[in-house]
């Protein structure tokens, strides 16, 4: 166990000292920003033409690949998200000064953004179904032929549900700010930063909290076609006026919450534990 938390330790403090590692996470971060940019482009086009690239991480990636040299943001975005992810995690172990609850939500975005890497890192390696609703469909029909595969669907439901709750209770108190180094910054620009976090996180979570709920159904219903992705979702919103009124407060929520995106890619101390 000493070993293993001396090499911890001695990680944690190497990932600290190196400005590569450094930019690499904030490169994270960015193509973060990046992401939700394209999804506010696709789910605009959804609202004009009702048409277009899917509005999900498939179409984002397949805007970008479409262009000449596509693949390197895509791969330098799998890259951004590993060093992110694995410096949350290091900083949530290295940080004592942290409460434990901080630590933990620190560790949970690290190991989230580890798995976000999937995305990027398959679309480079030639795979194109991931992040597709047909994808997310056939791996619910999986899960629902398991003997367990029912309280796994559900369970996942709840714990997708319970991190879009998280992420709300977390912008509404403004934990994000905790370790941004804003200290010395003007006035007007740590108010930004709390009304982008404020507004953008709380955006995204609430539109990604129906995944959940309908996970949750497909479930009960053991039917795979319940389990919409955010596609899904967004195709369901642009059938009516009201729904495509909605899709505009969505595409201006990602729009909020890239822009704190990119001001966490300037501001946020990646290894710091909280």
Same mark, same amino acid.
């Given at each position: ?105 620190? $560790? *949970?975005?690290? /190991?989230?953004?580890? =798995? +976000?890497?999937? %995305?990027? &890192?398959?679309? @480079?390696?030639? #795979? ?76 995204? $979570? *609430?539109?990604? /909290?129906?995944?959940? =709920? +309908?996970?949750? %159904?497909? &479930?009960?219903? @053991?039917?795979? #076609? ?49």
């Amino acid at each position: 166990m000493q070993v293993t938390d001396g090499v911890l330790r001695r990680a944690s403090e190497a990932v600290r000292a190196s400005r590569t590692a450094t930019v690499l996470a904030a490169t994270g971060l960015i193509a973060r920003a990046g992401f939700y940019l394209l999804l506010v482009y696709l789910v605009v086009r959804v609202i004009l033409t009702n048409g277009g690239p899917p509005a999900n991480a498939a179409g984002a990636l397949e805007t970008v690949a479409s262009t000449p040299l596509g693949l390197i943001p895509v791969g330098l975005a799998a890259v951004g998200f590993v060093v992110f992810g694995l410096s949350r995690l290091l900083g949530a172990f290295r940080d004592r000064s942290a409460s434990v609850l901080s630590r933990g939500t620190t $560790a *949970l975005q690290g /190991l989230f953004s580890l =798995v +976000l890497t999937e %995305v990027p &890192a398959s679309y @480079v390696l030639g #795979s194109r179904s991931t992040g597709t609703e047909r994808q997310q469909r056939m791996t619910t029909d999986r899960l629902l032929t398991l003997p367990a595969g029912r309280v796994i669907l559900v369970a996942v439901g709840l714990i997708f549900i319970g991190t879009c709750v998280w992420q709300v209770t977390t912008a509404a108190r403004t934990g994000f700010t905790e370790s941004l180094r804003t200290d010395t910054s003007a006035p007007w620009l740590r108010l930004l930063i709390r009304v982008t976090g404020r507004v953008g996180i709380t955006a995204r $979570a *609430l539109v990604f /909290l129906p995944m959940g =709920v +309908l996970l949750i %159904v497909a &479930a009960v219903d @053991v039917d795979p #076609s319940k389990a919409k992705g955010l596609d899904g979702t967004l195709s369901t919103l642009a059938q009516n006026v009201w729904g495509r009124v909605l899709l505009g407060g969505v595409a201006a929520g990602f729009t909020v919450f890239a822009t704190y995106s990119l001001l966490e890619a300037r501001y946020r101390d990646v290894d710091a534990g909280d």
